[in-house]
């Protein structure tokens, strides 16, 4: 029996920082299961491209909100694809600013649920696979909210600030066993079709074009950068990371 390819599963697979990750981790070997809640067209032009560059790929729809579906997704992939060796949580959970009158408990509850219920129940369903092998990798995209709450910002900073906690909790139970968590705080504005191309709309390129060269994160940078976390010698593991744009200033400085 042929040995199975190690996999690499992220959940938010859109054209942006999903989609590149997932490229970049079938470009070095691995089979690549990119899950999404819509789009199926462009879920498949997705994988599509991965196998027209030689690598291999497989596409699921799920709604990460829904019971049990994060569950039984990675127990599929476990059971007939192989082995998840690392995982990318990539959800956002941004719902745009809102004054706290106008937060609603149905909104501030979907930004938990999204930002940090989410990721622990993939964490939950994929731990215990990853603990029996020795080794694995978890990555989990977050924001600049996750460490800095602005006005208008009540539930998406709330939810990340919980995402950030949460990680630094897998990391202290799960890293003595072999399994690398990280953390990586987005701090500028991705450019990614899927997210800030329709939050933006027609206005999109205009952005693009005034942010200048280097303006924008660039998703295929930031896979390159996954890449090289998720391969780090365990002698020198990063938790925690923060990527911008080269035109923007640092969280800790912009006041």
């Known amino acids: 029996m042929a040995e199975r390819k190690p996999v690499f599963l992220v959940i938010g697979a859109g054209a942006g920082i999903g989609g590149h990750t ?111 092998r020795g080794r694995g990798s978890l990555i989990v995209t977050s924001a600049t909210a996750a460490v800095r709450g602005n006005a208008g910002q009540h539930s998406h900073a709330a939810a990340m600030g919980g995402r950030r906690m949460l990680c630094q909790s897998l990391n202290a139970e799960f890293a003595p066993k072999g399994i690398h968590v990280v953390h990586a705080l987005i701090d500028g504005p991705v450019d990614a079709p899927d997210t800030l191309g329709k939050m933006l709309g027609d206005k999109f390129e205009g952005f693009k074009s005034s942010k200048g060269e280097d303006g924008l994160l660039d998703p295929a940078a930031v896979a390159e950068t996954y890449w090289h976390l998720a391969h780090q010698p365990r002698s020198a593991w990063t938790h925690e990371i923060d990527l911008r744009p080269w035109t923007d200033t640092p969280w800790w400085n912009d006041n």
């Open 22 to 132: 997932a490229q970049r981790f079938a470009a070095g070997g691995y089979h690549a299961v990119l899950a999404r809640r819509s789009d199926e067209e462009g879920l498949q032009k997705l994988v599509d491209a991965i196998g027209d560059a030689g690598g291999e790929a497989s596409g699921r729809l799920i709604d990460a909100l829904l019971p049990d579906t994060i569950e039984e997704l990675v127990e599929d992939v476990e059971r007939s694809i192989g082995p998840i060796e690392c995982a990318l949580f990539n959800l956002g959970a941004q719902i745009g600013n809102r004054a706290l009158a106008d937060t609603t408990d149905r909104i501030f509850e979907l930004g938990w649920r999204l930002a940090t219920y989410a990721p622990f129940r993939l964490a939950r369903a994929l731990m215990p696979h990853m603990a029996e």
